[in-house]
C-alpha cells in the first residue's frame, strides 16, 4: 500500500509555502509539489515593498526566507509535476509526469496563473491522440509520427524517450535554442502551433507555416490549466473558483494564491494559503 497523505499541496509560490506551513505545524502529513526554486515569479521581483515585516525585500531574498522556514518545518519538495487529478471518492489520486502516483485525503491548488490558453481542439483531443505526459502514454504511440510541442529545454529529453516508441517525431519548440542533439528519428521544426485537428482522434497539426499529418501530439508545458488538472473544477474567468475559505466545488479540493483572480500580490497569497490550510484541518476533522 502507497502512503497516503493528509494534504497535497501542489505549487511552491508564496500561497503554497504558506500552506505547507500551516498545515505542518497543525501536525499533518502533506506532500508539497514544486520547485527547490520556490517560484520564477518571486525571483525576478527585484523589490517587494508591501509585505509585511520585509521592507524593500528583494524576490530572491524573500525567497531565501521561505526556505528557511520550510526547512525549519522538515518541509521537503517534491520536484515532480502533476499531470493529473483524479477524485476517487474518498481521497484523491495524483499523477505525475514521472508515472508516479500519490494518494491524498485533500488538495490545495497554489499553482499560480503560468498555464497558457488551450489550443483550438485541445481539450476535444485529450485521450484520443493527445497526451500531456510522455512517459505514462509513450508505449501507445510505437511506430507512429507524432508531434511534440515543448514549452522548455526541459522537455528535450521526453523527446528522445518518446523516440524509443515512435518512428517520427516533429519536435516544436517554444523557446529559442541554435541547436539540438536529437537522434535522426526527431526532426524540429520552428513554428507557431495553430490548431489541432481530425475526427474522432488526432490527425494533423496546424502550424503558421506548415501542416503537419501526425497520429499523436504531446504538449509538454511547465504548468497546464486547472480544467485539465482536475476533471468538473468550476472557473471564473480562467480561474479557479472560491469561496472565503478557499473551498473549490469540489469536496476536498481548495485553491489559494493567484490561481483564484485578481490581485496577483505576494501578501494576498501568503494570506489565502493559511486560509486554505485551515480549511483543510477542519475538513479533515469531519471526515475522520
Do not use: W
Amino acid at each position: 500500500m502507497s502512503e497516503k497523505f493528509d494534504c497535497a499541496v501542489i505549487g511552491t509560490g508564496p500561497a503554497g509555502v504558506s500552506a505547507s506551513i500551516t498545515l505542518k505545524i497543525r501536525g499533518k502529513n502533506i506532500v508539497l509539489f514544486g520547485s527547490k526554486n520556490l517560484s520564477e515569479k518571486l525571483l525576478k521581483a527585484k523589490v517587494i515593498k508591501n509585505y509585511p515585516g520585509f521592507p524593500l525585500i528583494s524576490g530572491s531574498e524573500l525567497r531565501d526566507k521561505f526556505l528557511e522556514h520550510l526547512e525549519s518545518l522538515q518541509i521537503q519538495i517534491t520536484e515532480e509535476n502533476i499531470v493529473s487529478i483524479y477524485n476517487m471518492g474518498s481521497y484523491f489520486s495524483i499523477l505525475t509526469k514521472e508515472n508516479k502516483i500519490y494518494e491524498s485525503l485533500s488538495v490545495i491548488i497554489a499553482s499560480g496563473v503560468n498555464f497558457k490558453n488551450p489550443y483550438p481542439n485541445e481539450e476535444k483531443f485529450l485521450g484520443h491522440g493527445l497526451s500531456y505526459c510522455a512517459t505514462c502514454d509513450g508505449p501507445l504511440f510505437k511506430g507512429k509520427t507524432i508531434a511534440v510541442i515543448a514549452e522548455n529545454e526541459e522537455e528535450e529529453s521526453e523527446a528522445e524517450f518518446l523516440s524509443d516508441f515512435a518512428e517520427k517525431i516533429y519536435y516544436i519548440p517554444l523557446y529559442k535554442k541554435e541547436s539540438f542533439d536529437f537522434s535522426p528519428k526527431i526532426e524540429v521544426i520552428f513554428d507557431e502551433p495553430l490548431s489541432i485537428d481530425g475526427e474522432k482522434n488526432v490527425s494533423s497539426l496546424k502550424l503558421k507555416n506548415h501542416e503537419l499529418s501526425v497520429q499523436g501530439i504531446f504538449i509538454l508545458r511547465s504548468s497546464i490549466s486547472p480544467s485539465q488538472l482536475i476533471s468538473g473544477i468550476e472557473l471564473e474567468e480562467n480561474h479557479i473558483k472560491v469561496d472565503r475559505n478557499m473551498k473549490t466545488n469540489i469536496e476536498g479540493v481548495f485553491a489559494s494564491g493567484d490561481i483564484t483572480g485578481k490581485p496577483y500580490q505576494y501578501a494576498k497569497a501568503c494570506g489565502e494559503g493559511n486560509v486554505a490550510a485551515l480549511s483543510v484541518v477542519s475538513y479533515l476533522s469531519n471526515i475522520e
